[in-house]
């Protein structure tokens, strides 16, 4: 068994503790670390490629060691990270997940630090990277660098250093075909339909907002029949491209959905909020009136989840559907902009 570290956008880390317990055969630290940028959540594993099919999170890295900021400062805690016996460990799992190892490779060190008062964040970086130097000689600088070595304080005063098992691709899943500026982050939906539940047979998941339709990628992914629709009709049309199969896409307003009664298992969305995308009309009666649509559509036991900004508006509309249960609720920031994942049953 070794230890993993899963990276995830601020606020995810509950969501990420319980895809991993669900997938991954190992035991999950569900204590809240974050690096300064994001969550991060620690869990014990065999190294299975399934460690790299993980949806919810940004990257996956292996642990080479641990170390503690104490009096000596920068010197104590490079002495700490800089474990060979660890970062042959670590280094083993990356040749059997993503690349055999050659005796030359190129390297790079990332850090992370949540306070500068002992040391630069920098410093640590340079000193890290003679360091490993002098253990791996034949290895070489690079940017991009074949492997890169991420120290992280994750809890204030307690670093890891890890071994990068993950690449852009995991986060972005490749990209779209269309992009459209403020587009989901994948990880996020994924999140989203994570939350959703479990796939039903008879009825699909409806995302009455989809944009470039990225909430229904992770929906097909997880096996559910979808349906998407959009008041703007360049979005459908951008999100017809993105898809290599054909899907219900239509374009409708979130207030009037084409969708008969009960229809509908679960709606995931990012409702349209923010200086790029705006609602047509004051917000709050567009959101009850959008509220009580979800509401006709769904089934009894449906679970409606929605991505909003922590506005009063959505709760005085939550008032206003007493249909949707609320279960649980998350604090996000994307794009350095608190929002809220909610997460709706319809009673």
């Not at 104590?76 to 190892?101: E, I």
């Not at 679960?266 to 923010?274: E, H, I, K, Q, R």
Request: proline letters at 6%.
């Amino acid at each position: 068994m070794m230890l993993f570290l899963a990276t995830a956008v601020p606020g995810l880390h509950p969501v990420v503790v319980r895809e991993v317990a669900a997938r991954m055969a190992g035991r999950v630290h569900s204590e809240h670390e974050f690096d300064g940028r994001n969550d991060v959540v620690s869990f014990n594993a065999a190294a299975d490629p399934a460690v790299l099919s993980l949806r919810t999170t940004e990257d996956v890295f292996v642990q080479v060691s641990t170390a503690t900021r104490r009096a000596g400062g920068l010197r104590t805690v490079v002495n700490g990270l800089c474990d060979d016996f660890g970062l042959t460990r670590a280094l083993s799992v990356y040749a059997s997940l993503v690349r055999p190892l050659r005796a030359r490779m190129t390297f790079r060190v990332v850090a992370r630090v949540r306070s500068e008062t002992d040391f630069r964040r920098t410093a640590l970086r340079d000193e890290l990277t003679r360091r490993i130097g002098q253990l791996r000689p034949r290895w070489r600088m690079g940017d991009p660098a074949e492997i890169e070595l991420w120290a992280t304080e994750s809890t204030p005063g307690q670093f890891r250093l890890a071994v990068r098992l993950t690449s852009r691709s995991m986060r972005h899943r490749g990209g779209r075909v269309v992009e459209r500026h403020g587009a989901l982050r994948p990880t996020v939906a994924a999140a989203m339909v994570l939350l959703a539940g479990e796939p039903d047979a008879d009825a699909p998941l409806l995302d009455p907002c989809c944009g470039t339709r990225t909430i229904l990628v992770e929906a097909d992914m997880a096996a559910w029949r979808t349906a998407g629709s959009d008041f703007d009709a360049e979005a459908v049309r951008a999100a017809r491209r993105n898809v290599d199969k054909s899907v219900d896409l239509l374009v409708a307003d979130v207030r009037r959905l084409p969708f008969g009664r009960g229809s509908v298992a679960a709606v995931t969305s990012n409702l349209p909020f923010g200086k790029q995308y705006d609602v047509q009309g004051p917000v709050g009666p567009w959101l009850t009136n959008a509220l009580r649509e979800l509401v006709r559509v769904t089934r009894p036991g449906a679970r409606v989840v929605l991505l909003t900004p922590p506005t009063r508006a959505f709760h005085h509309a939550l008032g206003e559907a007493p249909e949707l249960k609320l279960e649980e609720r998350f604090g996000l920031r994307l794009f350095g902009m608190p929002t809220t994942l909610w997460s709706l049953k319809r009673c």
